[in-house]
Nanobody
């Protein structure tokens, strides 16, 4: 199983970014996918999730600003991030649990700074 996140970058507060996670080696159509983020010195935070059926959940600190979506045909999950704040600065990872094993992808750095 491989998960590859992309789309990060350096943006100003109030800007938008769209992250993408490409999955391979997993039956994407039946797995729940997750976005996490981590900042040095802080615990990893769950940001959002999307079930195979398309049900979504968000952490309170991103609700209303971030939108998670998935394309089961292309085996991709996206995270549209709007109204970015400096505290959204982190490395964002996608994650799934497949056949009892947790898989993490290489993250993508998001930096929000003026």
């Amino acid at each position: 199983v491989q998960l590859q996140a992309s789309g990060g970058g350096l943006v100003q507060p109030g800007s938008s970014l769209r992250l993408s996670c490409k999955a391979s080696g997993v039956n994407f159509a039946i797995t729940t996918m997750y976005w996490y983020r981590q900042t040095p010195g802080k615990e990893r935070e769950l940001v959002a999730s999307a079930t195979a059926e398309g049900d979504t959940n968000y952490a309170e600190f991103v609700r209303g600003r971030f939108t998670v979506s998935r394309d089961n045909v292309r085996r991709t999950m996206s995270l549209q991030m709007n109204s970015l704040l400096p505290e959204d600065t982190a490395v964002y990872h996608c994650n799934t649990i497949y056949r009892g094993t947790t898989f993490w992808g290489r993250g993508t750095q998001v930096t929000v700074s003026s």
